[in-house]
Structures are given as structure tokens and as C-alpha cells.
């Protein structure tokens, strides 16, 4: 593959970057065009509608710093921008009967979310990454964030939310055991990229709130 064409494909990779988080993705795909950008939300819902990235920049904006765990042992911290889900719920109007959402990415990755889970307080809809807006190398322009659970619930490249009557599982459970429905956090070992390549640390489990 040409140089030229690679810068063109969002590529995993091992090495961490500045903020000492690694890139990871199902499959590797191009950038999603801004200026064309629709997240469509429907499914269960009385408005189904989609929504151009300079209407979801317009929601009351929240800030919070949070680490992100990966499954595979590493993590690190920084600052996220976004909005809470509560503003979709608003506009789209779900019916009684939807419990979970489906969310649709554009690198065919998928996970399912309870309404209870998208509701808890750390979970946002992020737009920014330490203060600038979200990289295409970290998911841009949209993409959940969800502290307490593993890095793949924290889903890219959102492209589609749908309101479902039951959550399942998702891409990752097909990939392999380690991963859970879930993808809670649990008691083990962390290695925090963003603190040096070799520290390790004890975490209980859940979101990661001592460093």
C-alpha cells in the first residue's frame, strides 16, 4: 500500500502516543469526512432524526477527566469534552418499550448499552480529548466514553444509535472469551501508559479513581 494511502487509513497500533494511549480498531477505515458527518438515532424511538456534528457541538458541554482501561491491562488519563446522553434522549423521544441502545460505528464495531448504564454520571458522548476536539486517530468525530467499563464498551467512529427493546452482547464478545457482555472493570492489575512504560498498579475493580 502507497505511504500516501496509509496516512489515509486509521491504523492500529502498539506504540502509545503522546497522552500514552495506543490506537486500536476492529478494522482499519478511512476518516469520517466532518463536513458530512450524520449520527442517525432511531430505532425505538417517536423522532427518529440525524444530526450534523455542529448540532451536537451545541449541547451543553461537560468536562470531566477520566481514565480509560483497556482489556489488555493498559490505561491512561486525560481530559474528555462532550455531552451527556440525556440530550438525544430529549430529542428523539423513546418509547416506552426500549431498554438498551445499539450503537453502530463506522469500523463495523457495534456494542449494546442499557439506558440505565448511558445514564450513570461519568458516561458522556465525547467531542474533545484534552482540550481540543477528538482526533481521528481516538475516534472522531463522536465517541462514547463509559469510565467503569473496559476501553471497547467506549465505543469509535459513532455513526448510529438505536433505541432496542434488549441489549445483547457485542463485537467483542464475538472476538473472544476475555471479553463480557459487560465489559465491567474488574479487581486485577494495570499497567498506566500515561505514568511510565513500567508501572504497575493493583486496581478493585470499576472505574479507576485513585490515579
Known amino acids: 500500500m502507497p505511504a500516501a494511502e ?6 492500529p497500533t502498539d506504540t502509545p502516543d503522546e497522552l500514552g494511549f495506543r490506537i486500536m480498531w476492529y478494522s482499519p477505515v ?19 432524526l440525524r444530526f450534523t456534528l455542529d448540532r451536537l457541538s451545541a449541547y451543553p458541554k461537560f468536562e470531566q ?24 434522549i430529549e430529542e428523539v423521544k423513546p418509547l416506552s418499550g426500549a431498554t438498551a441502545v ?31 476536539p477528538l482526533t481521528d486517530q481516538h475516534g472522531a468525530p463522536l465517541r462514547l ?38 465489559g465491567d472493570i474488574l479487581a486485577g492489575y494495570d499497567h498506566p501508559l500515561d505514568l511510565g512504560a513500567n508501572v504497575r498498579k493493583k486496581i478493585p475493580g470499576g472505574e479507576i479513581v485513585a490515579y
Open 30 to 48: 478511512p476518516p469520517i469526512d466532518k463536513q458530512s458527518y450524520r449520527l442517525s438515532v432511531g430505532g425505538m424511538v417517536a423522532r427518529p
Open 145 to 182: 466514553l463509559a469510565p467503569s467499563k473496559y476501553g471497547y464498551k467506549s465505543a469509535k467512529l459513532v455513526t448510529r444509535i438505536t433505541f432496542v427493546e434488549a441489549g445483547g452482547g457485542s463485537m467483542a464478545c464475538d472476538i473472544g472469551p476475555y471479553y463480557s457482555p459487560s
Open 6 to 11: 496509509r496516512r489515509r487509513i486509521l491504523l
Open 65 to 88: 477527566s477520566s481514565r480509560l482501561k483497556c482489556v489488555q491491562c493498559w490505561s491512561a488519563r486525560t481530559d474528555w469534552g462532550g455531552f451527556r446522553f440525556e440530550e438525544l
Open 102 to 132: 445499539r450503537i453502530d460505528c463506522a469500523d463495523k464495531w457495534y456494542e449494546y448499552m442499557s439506558l440505565q448504564e448511558m445514564a450513570e454520571p461519568g458516561v458522556m458522548l465525547c467531542l474533545e480529548m484534552a482540550g481540543k
